[in-house]
């Protein structure tokens, strides 16, 4: 019969399987199948129905567990005989080792005493050869001392003759030098003068210049602005033949910031203060000098018919 077995119960269950399996293990297994039967029951839950276990796949989970459990000892018994032989290996290439080490200790023993005697024998050697080199030495410096006495006195002579031709070369180069100096400094003052005159009138040249370009620039602007009041003033019959003098302020943009009237006809004069309200703006030369003549104008208005 089919045993429906509710999810919360499968953990009590798994649990329970495992006890039968250890309670079963080392059983005698050649009887008849007998039913084993598991009570499952859960805090609040009703009773669940026994389950059948089949005693031949039982004894068979058995048998597989009992091979593994063999399987594991016979791997730790090789694993325990590699270390064994692994040991007794290291024992024996640790003895072989000291062997070899003794017998190298006892060759560089024989070796060092071969060398000290060797070293003796030099040493006397050299003791002798030191003496006879030390004798040597002493002749040789005997010799060179004689020498450098004899050199530093010819040595002496040369520096004091050198001395002598290097002081009079130094002289005449001194005065060579202020020769030179001096009449470098009478030609540089000769061409700055020179300069400073070209400089000079270069610069009237420019400035003359300048003023005629400046006049000229002031009387076109003058005819320009007389021009402008000219067309913007508002004429008739009774101004035929008559003027009228004003005097002209204005900015650097030619924007008039006033008008005063000198003197004239009444008609003509209110005509141009009218025209130049009007327009507002005369025509202005950006040149500074020219502005400086232009910035407070007086002109003489007759209109022109």
């Known amino acids: 019969m089919a045993v429906n077995i509710e999810p919360a119960l499968a953990k009590s269950l798994g649990m329970h399987l495992a006890i039968v399996i250890m309670l079963v293990f080392g059983a005698d297994f050649s009887s008849k199948p007998e039913m084993v039967t598991v009570s499952l029951q859960d805090e ?8 059948a276990i089949d005693n031949a796949a039982l004894t068979e989970r058995v048998a597989q567990m009992q091979k593994e459990r063999d399987d594991a000892k016979a791997a730790e018994e090789k694993r325990i005989r590699d270390l064994e032989r692994r040991a007794a290996q290291a024992e024996k290439t640790r003895a072989n080792e000291e062997a070899r080490l003794k017998r190298v200790a006892e060759e560089k023993r024989k070796a060092d005493a071969e060398t000290k005697k060797a070293q003796a024998a030099a040493a006397d050697a050299k003791k002798v050869q030191q ?3 030390a004798k040597a030495k002493a002749a040789e410096q005997a010799r060179i001392a ?21 002081e009079q070369q130094a002289a005449e180069e001194a005065a060579a030098e202020r020769a030179r ?10 061409q700055e003068r020179a300069m400073q005159e070209q400089l000079a009138k270069e610069a009237q040249a420019r400035a003359a210049s300048r003023a005629r370009q400046a006049a000229n620039e002031v009387d076109r602007y003058k005819a320009l602005i007389s021009n402008t009041i000219n067309q913007n003033l508002y004429k008739d019959e ?32 209110d005509a141009a203060v009218r025209a130049l309200n009007r327009i507002g703006t005369l025509p202005m030369s950006s040149d500074p000098d020219v502005y400086s003549e232009l910035k407070d104008i007086t002109l003489r208005v007759e209109p022109e018919f």
């Open 44 to 51: 609040g839950q009703a009773p669940v129905e026994a389950v």
């Open 131 to 133: 003496q006879e080199a």
């Open 146 to 166: 004689k020498e450098q006495e004899r050199k530093k006195a010819e040595d002496a002579a040369k520096a004091a003759e050198q001395k002598r031709l290097a």
């Open 181 to 190: 100096k001096a009449e470098e400094a009478k030609r540089q003052a000769e």
């Open 238 to 269: 009774s101004m035929r033949n008559r003027s009228c003098s004003v005097n002209i302020r204005l900015a650097t943009t030619g924007f008039v910031t006033s008008v005063n009237v000198l003197g004239g006809d009444k008609a003509v004069c």
